[in-house]
Every structure is written in C-alpha cells, then in structure tokens.
C-alpha cells in the first residue's frame, strides 16, 4: 500500500505538473499553436466536432481579439 502510494504522489507531484507546463509551452508557441490556429481558420463541417472540443482554447489562442470583443457589460458599468 506505501509503493502505491508514493507512486501516486510522485504522478500527481512531479509528473502531473511537468506535462502542464508543457502543454502550456506547446500552446502558446509550439505545435499545438500552429493546430489550434489552423483549426480556427478552418470553418468545414467536417471539423466541427475539434472545433467543440477545443472551444475553450480556441478562445484564448488571440487575447488582443478576446479582449476587444469582451462585453462592456460585464465589467460592472466602469469605464
């Protein structure tokens, strides 16, 4: 039961935020930029489902355009 759990606690510890800050790399620079871009540009049906998939980083990938259509509403009538 201990092997187990310091296998669980050197996944969750060390392997677990090794790949985040990866991922977070990849995203922001690297090839998973290049898919998420390419993705984005491409409106066929047929990608629909990636498209679903990645909605919610397919809205972070261009901040300056997330930021100027952002809902004047929302910011609590301060200007």
């Not at 990866?22 to 047929?46: H, I, T």
């Not at 990645?54 to 910011?75: K, M, N, Q, V």
């Amino acid at each position: 039961l201990a092997a187990l759990g310091v296998t669980v606690a050197y996944w969750w510890y060390v392997l677990v935020p090794g790949a985040r800050v990866n991922l977070a790399a990849n995203k922001r620079s690297g090839r998973l930029r290049e898919y998420l871009v390419e993705l984005r540009a491409d409106n066929s049906p047929g990608r629909a489902a990636e498209r679903w998939f990645y909605s919610s980083w397919l809205g972070r990938i261009d901040p300056e355009t997330a930021f100027l259509l952002r809902d004047e509403g929302a910011e609590g009538g301060r200007r």
